[in-house]
């Protein structure tokens, strides 16, 4: 395999290349993108990338990523004057401020409780849990109401699992062992599902097939189709899988 063919498999320039088989890792961006050029490369010449990246730290030390400004990029940056004159004029209005907010409060030019009469009669958000199963409706559908349950005892928690697909839809269930992106477009060519997903979450996504899927970062994420399991394997490359699914 020729420099130009590694490069262009891994979407790096012959530059890269060259520096990562001469080791010369001065030339590159800092440990983080070293390191990461580095186990793309071995996974595409099918070797142990843990076993590289142990051996390369434990020999190597590898530089740190330099954030710098130009020498002269023609901005003006702000002096200690600066910024002291407009905290100064910033306090100076908060306080002119609460003084005529106490003033007319002591005159009763301001009815307090007509003020906070809006916000109190907002209902209270009840926040999901990290552990529960986040269920994505397709972006023009309104989303449901959401209606708490009654308080009561109950024995211990249980995983949740995936609710039951709606009429005429497909459901896929993704469960997350590493961040990884996921895109999918459903049987209209619309973008139904687009996000960063974290480790360790599951996202359950309901459409009309087929569905195309952008899935990154495959090798950390499992997926079902309709109950089944889909082997993202065959369809990865270089960390990306993309497929069809009818």
Same mark, same amino acid.
């Given at each position: 395999?020729?420099?130009?063919?590694?490069?262009?498999?891994?979407?790096?320039? !012959?530059?890269?290349?060259?520096?990562?088989?001469?080791?010369?890792?001065?030339?590159?961006?800092?440990?983080?993108?070293?390191?990461?050029?580095?186990? =793309?490369?071995?996974?595409?010449?099918?070797?142990?990338?843990?076993?590289?990246?142990?051996?390369? &730290?434990?020999?190597?030390?590898?530089?740190?990523?330099?954030?710098?400004?130009?020498?002269?990029?023609?901005?003006?940056?702000?002096?200690?004057?600066?910024?002291?004159?407009?905290?100064?004029?910033?306090?100076?209005?908060?306080?002119?401020?609460?003084?005529?907010?106490?003033?007319?409060?002591?005159?009763?030019?301001?009815?307090?409780?007509?003020?906070?009469?809006?916000?109190?009669?907002?209902?209270?958000?009840?926040?999901?849990?990290?552990?529960?199963?986040?269920?994505?409706?397709?972006?023009?559908?309104?989303?449901?109401?959401?209606?708490?349950? !009654?308080?009561?005892?109950?024995?211990?928690?249980?995983?949740?699992?995936?609710?039951?697909?709606?009429?005429?839809?497909?459901?896929?269930?993704?469960?997350?062992?590493?961040?990884?992106?996921? &895109?999918?477009?459903?049987?209209?060519?619309?973008?139904?599902?687009?996000?960063? =997903? !974290?480790?360790?979450?599951?996202?359950?996504? &309901?459409?009309?097939? !087929?569905?195309?899927?952008?899935?990154? =970062?495959?090798?950390?994420?499992?997926?079902?189709? =309709?109950?089944?399991?889909?082997?993202?394997?065959?369809?990865?490359?270089?960390?990306?899988?993309?497929?069809?699914? &009818?």
């Amino acid at each position: 395999m020729s420099l130009a063919e590694a490069a262009a498999s891994l979407k790096m320039s !012959p530059r890269q290349i060259e520096a990562v088989e001469a080791e010369d890792y001065s030339r590159l961006s800092g440990a983080t993108f070293i390191r990461g050029f580095i186990r =793309n490369y071995a996974k595409l010449l099918k070797i142990d990338a843990a076993q590289v990246i142990a051996a390369l &730290e434990a020999r190597t030390a590898l530089p740190a990523a330099e954030l710098s400004a130009p020498a002269d990029s023609g901005v003006r940056m702000p002096s200690g004057a600066d910024r002291q004159g407009k905290g100064t004029v910033a306090a100076t209005l908060f306080a002119l401020t609460l003084l005529g907010i106490a003033v007319a409060l002591y005159f009763n030019v301001v009815d307090l409780g007509a003020l906070l009469k809006p916000y109190s009669d907002v209902p209270a958000v009840l926040k999901p849990s990290s552990e529960q199963t986040q269920i994505v409706q397709p972006l023009a559908q309104p989303l449901a109401a959401v209606v708490p349950a !009654p308080l009561a005892e109950a024995p211990a928690a249980v995983p949740a699992a995936p609710p039951a697909s709606r009429p005429g839809a497909r459901q896929l269930v993704f469960s997350f062992d590493a961040d990884s992106w996921v &895109e999918i477009r459903d049987a209209t060519g619309r973008t139904i599902f687009s996000q960063m =997903n !974290p480790k360790g979450t599951t996202q359950v996504v &309901e459409g009309r097939s !087929p569905f195309q899927l952008v899935v990154g =970062n495959a090798s950390y994420v499992r997926l079902q189709y =309709n109950d089944q399991p889909v082997d993202l394997g065959p369809h990865t490359r270089v960390e990306v899988a993309r497929l069809t699914l &009818e």
